[in-house]
């Protein structure tokens, strides 16, 4: 939720397993390769270097069965990326998480903000 310029409300990290999380960034770069249909105009959209990026595909792709993003080499077809049926499993699911968390937290962070208002 925003407030102002500022977002306020929780933030999902999810442990899938030991060693393997998915929170708000990784979502937003698998949500910005969906949509740009490059890990680099993802990376650049996010603000986030482009090895950054690639590190963050490489450690996802590594820790699930099977690969998350798939790339393609650049050259004369021009290269470029898209997420798999499990990526877009994975960002479906990580999504709705959040919604949910959300609207379960929903009471309780209105009364939070009401005790923050009065000050």
């Known amino acids: ?69 798939a790339s393609m080499k650049g050259g004369r077809a021009g290269g470029g990326a898209r997420l798999t049926r499990l990526g877009e499993e994975i960002l479906t699911a990580f999504r709705e998480m959040e919604r949910l968390s959300e609207t379960a937290i929903a009471p309780v962070m209105r009364r939070l903000r009401r005790k923050a208002e009065s000050l």
Do not use: C, D
């Open 1 to 69: 939720m925003k407030v102002g310029n500022q977002t306020v409300g929780a933030r999902l990290r999810i442990v899938v397993a030991p060693g393997i999380a998915i929170g708000p960034g990784k979502a937003a770069l698998l949500e910005g390769i969906k949509e740009t249909g490059s890990i680099s105009a993802a990376a650049r959209r996010m603000g986030m270097s482009y090895k950054r990026a690639w590190y963050l595909v490489e450690t996802m792709n590594g820790h699930f069965s099977k690969p998350l993003v």
